[in-house]
């Protein structure tokens, strides 16, 4: 099983909700990934966690809350968005520990949210 | 930022010409990574190349690396509709360029 799964694909929020992105692979890999994707644009990385603890936050606002609860989960919760945070967000993983060195990504298909 | 940039920014060919994409970059880089991502989809890993490798080869790709321009580049010969795509270079520290966005034309 080479892939990772993403749910919700698409998500409607409004300003005021909580959800949540998730995120799962069974590839045994030990780091997983978080990034934000605007149109036409590159994706920009917001997390990594390796062996389940988070080692890089790319000064994130705290309106993001990312959580690993094993080696095959990732999640992303989301609370008091703003209409700008509407984008497309993809998770990935890879061998290794996710620094600097890190080979190959593989990525889910993306979720795409809307804040209303 | 270590990030690479590509150019050209978009692309566009007849199918079965070959299209080249180059990507700078800042700093010292372990390996750099090319990568593919069909409109509004994930990215798919197309290639890495080491440090101390200068060429690499898969399918019908090509890249190439020099450390002391700091650049890569990536060709894709005799293109087909399918590789009508974004493609974005990774340097060390998972950040991605710009992208080149290439249409191929039936």
Known sequence: DTEVTQTPKHLVMGMTNKKSLKCEQHMGHRAMYWYKQKAKKPPELMFVYSYEKLSINESVPSRFSPECPNSSLLNLHLHALQPEDSALYLCASSQGRGGANTGELFFGEGSRLTVL | ?106
């Open chain 2, 1 to 106: 930022s270590q990030q690479g940039e590509e150019d050209p920014q978009a692309l566009s060919i007849q199918e079965g010409e070959n299209a080249t994409m180059n990507c700078s970059y800042k700093t010292s880089i372990n390996n750099l990574q090319w990568y593919r991502q069909n409109s509004g989809r994930g990215l798919v890993h197309l290639i890495l190349i080491r440090s101390n490798e200068r060429e690499k080869h898969s399918g019908r790709l090509r890249v190439t690396l020099d450390t002391s321009k700091k650049s890569s580049s990536l060709l894709i010969t005799a293109s087909r509709a399918a590789d009508t795509a974004s493609y974005f270079c990774a340097a060390t520290r998972l950040s991605f360029g710009a992208g080149t966005t290439v249409t191929v034309r039936a």
